[in-house]
């Protein structure tokens, strides 16, 4: 949330380690989205509401200016409730401190609804003389977004229908719900939107896949139900946030600068035996502005502008053919640590391969022709985080079919070569990706981080992100090339690479609350601090960051050491 001009961002956190439990709120600040302070938890089990677990949720800034949070809470019979906590003190400008009111819970889930599914209340939303917000659940194999009234906030009734549900989805978590405007990149505020030429959306994580799915729909305010468009599949083969590592995304309304920004996390998809070595169990992406798309169908999304911020030196390719079979490194930058901005140009689309209806499914596609095969017009894009004669890398690129009645591009982030490690989960990512070739142009984004490649194609209509651990083409040892497998050759009319610079490091607690930290019921001084496990401070050298026992808690030592 945004609130007195300072970003919270809350972000589930085990402080004891990287697997699963121990759960916490934890609490950064920033004002710029990329260099953050870190806070003591904001919210940790401790009552009788939420003493076996204090799950996801969100906030809420009510009109008098006051944030509120809606939190998910495991009761002692295992039920989940939904819970609210509130600053214990609103002239502190980093709302350090949040207190749970003995009226907890504000929710519990009545007779017909799984308690042990009813979790994730969304942002509430100010409609005709009531609060509204909705909490993710299942019955059987439908997916539900149960809809909650409520006049003062404090006082909540389940609607008679949900907002909305799907069969064969599953469990609905972190529900989203939000207007975006028809034209423009502007947001719009959760409760602001009669009157406007506006769209809906409604996103929900799928706990069976891990997946974000999204609909852009129509919101019938007398009836209180959401109606998707048909323009694409509500289930398992819609429109997603990301077609990579990304999942339990949120959205927020960001007065300062008028915009909608998304936030996913990058999950983990190796054991757990793994994460315990690498430190740390999923990172945040890069926030990113999203907005509705010129064509109505889908949502278009881009990194925020202070990530521009961090760009250091520049590099340049103009007007470079790529043949087939073509190499070509970009020189000059940091490669394991950098933004790239490319234009590819195609002369012709006559050589594009055929598209057969059968290949619905773009993962699959992309593992069936990935980099190494030859194609008509592509693939070509980039091989980011690749090793000098590779031996190791991570190809995004693109592939273009032609159908009957248009071009289908596909666009494929492939980890498959990604590290000579055995055992990692290295899939071929992939999207398809809605975009008229009457240029002949296609755009690429790639934003490389050590660990992590997030892709935006097309100017972000369709975006991809990677978890890869490369054993050789890691620090001065990364490397980055533009490349060409398809016949028809492919210029790269413009490409624009940045160093980028590491922010400010999100790895401390203020001081004077370590003391304070020691002492709080349910809450355990960590021994050690993955920087990646919450990555607000991406850009930086995976490291774990050990406490070490030997001296006094008013100096504490904190030994850097590399975890590969």
């Given at each position: 949330?945004?609130?007195?001009?300072?970003?919270?961002?809350?972000?589930?956190?085990?402080?004891e380690?990287?697997?699963?439990?121990?759960?916490?709120?934890?609490?950064?600040?920033?004002?710029?989205?990329?260099?953050?302070?870190?806070?003591?938890?904001?919210?940790?089990?401790?009552?009788?509401?939420?003493?076996?677990?204090?799950?996801?949720?969100?906030?809420?800034?009510?009109?008098?200016?006051?944030?509120?949070?809606?939190?998910?809470?495991?009761?002692?019979?295992?039920?989940?409730?939904?819970?609210?906590?509130?600053?214990?003190?609103?002239?502190?400008?980093?709302?350090?401190?949040w207190?749970?009111?003995?009226?907890?819970?504000?929710v519990?889930?009545?007779?017909?609804v799984?308690?042990?599914?009813?979790?994730?209340?969304?942002?509430?939303?100010?409609?005709?003389?009531?609060?509204?917000?909705?909490?993710?659940?299942?019955?059987?194999?439908?997916?539900?977004?149960?809809?909650?009234?409520?006049r003062?906030?404090?006082?909540?009734?389940?609607?008679?229908?949900?907002?909305?549900?799907?069969?064969?989805?599953?469990?609905?978590?972190?529900?989203?719900?939000?207007p975006?405007?028809?034209?423009?990149?502007?947001?719009?505020?959760t409760?602001?939107?009669?009157?406007?030429?506006?769209?809906?959306?409604?996103?929900?994580?799928?706990?069976?896949?891990?997946?974000?799915?999204?609909?852009?729909?129509?919101?019938?305010?007398?009836?209180?139900?959401y109606?998707?468009?048909?323009t694409?599949?509500?289930?398992?083969?819609?429109?997603?946030?990301?077609?990579?590592?990304?999942?339990?995304?949120?959205?927020?309304?960001?007065?300062?600068?008028?915009r909608?920004?998304?936030?996913?996390?990058?999950?983990?998809?190796?054991?757990t035996?793994?994460?315990?070595?690498?430190?740390?169990?999923?990172?945040?992406?890069?926030?990113?502005?999203?907005?509705?798309?010129?064509?109505?169908?889908?949502l278009?999304?881009?990194?925020i502008?202070?990530?521009?911020?961090l760009?250091?030196?520049?590099?340049?390719?103009r007007?470079?053919?790529?043949k087939t079979?073509?190499?070509?490194?970009?020189?000059?930058?940091?490669?394991?640590?950098?933004?790239v901005?490319?234009?590819?140009?195609?002369?012709?689309?006559?050589?594009?391969?055929?598209?057969?209806?059968?290949?619905?499914?773009?993962?699959?596609?992309?593992?069936?022709?990935?980099?190494k095969?030859?194609?008509?017009?592509?693939?070509f894009?980039?091989?980011?985080?690749?090793?000098?004669?590779?031996?190791?890398?991570?190809?995004?690129?693109?592939?273009?079919?032609?159908?009957?009645?248009?071009?289908?591009v596909?666009?494929?982030?492939?980890?498959?070569?990604?590290?000579?490690?055995?055992?990692?989960?290295?899939?071929?990512?992939a999207?398809f990706?809605n975009?008229?070739?009457?240029?002949?142009?296609?755009?690429?984004?790639?934003?490389?981080?050590?660990?992590?490649v997030?892709?935006?194609?097309?100017?972000?209509?369709?975006?991809i992100?990677?978890?890869?651990?490369?054993?050789?083409?890691?620090?001065?040892?990364?490397?980055?090339?533009?490349?060409?497998?398809?016949?028809e050759?492919?210029?790269?009319?413009?490409?624009?690479?940045?160093?980028?610079?590491?922010?400010?490091?999100?790895?401390?607690?203020?001081?004077?609350s370590?003391?304070?930290?020691?002492?709080?019921?349910?809450?355990?001084?960590?021994?050690?601090?993955?920087?990646?496990?919450?990555l607000?401070n991406?850009?930086?050298?995976?490291?774990?960051?050990?406490?070490?026992?030997?001296?006094p808690?008013?100096?504490?030592?904190?030994?850097?050491?590399?975890?590969?």
């Open positions: 949330m945004y609130y007195n001009g300072i970003y919270h961002f809350f972000y589930q956190y085990n402080p380690g990287a697997v699963w439990g121990n759960i916490v709120w934890a609490h950064s600040v920033s004002k710029d989205m990329i260099n953050w302070e870190a806070l003591e938890p904001a919210i940790y089990p401790s009552e009788h509401f939420d003493i076996n677990g204090a799950w996801s949720g969100s906030a809420t800034i009510l009109p008098n200016n006051k944030p509120i949070i809606l939190y998910t809470g495991l009761d002692p019979k295992d039920r989940q409730v939904q819970n609210y906590a509130v600053p214990a003190n609103l002239s502190d400008p980093y709302l350090r401190k207190i749970k009111p003995g009226n907890n819970p504000m519990d889930p009545e007779e017909g799984n308690a042990s599914a009813f979790r994730d209340p969304t942002t509430a939303w100010w409609l005709n003389g009531h609060w509204r917000m909705l909490v993710g659940s299942k019955r059987n194999h439908r997916g539900i977004a149960y809809l909650y009234r409520s003062d906030f404090m006082y909540w009734s389940k609607a008679k229908h949900p907002l909305h549900s799907a069969p064969y989805t599953g469990m609905w978590e972190c529900p989203d719900f939000y975006v405007l028809l034209s423009g990149k502007e947001g719009l505020e409760s602001n939107f009669r009157g406007k030429p506006i769209k809906h959306v409604l996103k929900v994580s799928l706990d069976v896949t891990r997946y974000d799915y999204y609909t852009i729909g129509t919101y019938l305010t007398a009836k209180d139900r109606v998707p468009d048909n694409s599949v509500d289930g398992w083969a819609g429109l997603r946030y990301d077609y990579g590592n990304f999942y339990a995304s949120k959205t927020f309304f960001d007065p300062a600068k008028k909608r920004i998304l936030w996913g996390w990058v999950n983990e998809s190796d054991t035996e793994d994460d315990v070595k690498k430190g740390w169990a999923g990172i945040q992406a890069i926030p990113r502005t999203v907005w509705l798309d010129p064509n109505q169908r889908q278009t999304q881009w990194p502008e202070e990530l521009e911020t760009r250091g030196k520049n590099v340049k390719m007007h470079q053919q790529l079979g073509d190499h070509i490194e970009v020189k000059g930058i940091t490669a394991a640590q950098a933004d901005i490319v234009t590819f140009y195609i002369p012709s689309l006559d050589k594009a391969e055929p598209f057969n209806p059968s290949w619905t499914n773009a993962q699959e596609l992309c593992a069936k022709k990935g980099a095969v030859q194609g008509g017009v592509g693939p894009g980039l091989l980011t985080l690749a090793s000098k004669n590779l031996e190791e890398y991570t190809p995004v690129f693109f592939r273009v079919f032609k159908s009957s009645k248009k071009h289908v596909l666009l494929c982030s492939d980890a498959r070569s990604s590290s000579l490690m055995d055992g990692l989960y290295k899939p071929s990512f999207g990706v975009v008229d070739l009457a240029d002949k142009r296609l755009t690429l984004r790639s934003l490389i981080d050590h660990s992590v997030e892709s935006f194609g097309a100017e972000g209509k369709t975006c992100t990677s978890r890869v651990y490369p054993t050789l083409a890691v620090f001065e040892n990364a490397h980055l090339f533009a490349f060409n497998h398809g016949t050759t492919i210029t790269v009319e413009n490409l624009n690479a940045w160093s980028m610079k590491k922010p400010r490091m999100n790895w401390t607690f203020p001081h004077s370590i003391r304070d930290r020691a002492s709080v019921k349910g809450v355990v001084e960590p021994r050690s601090i993955s920087l990646r496990s919450v607000i991406k850009w930086a050298i995976p490291v774990r960051l050990v406490l070490l026992p030997t001296k808690i008013d100096s504490i030592t904190y030994l850097p050491a590399y975890l590969w």
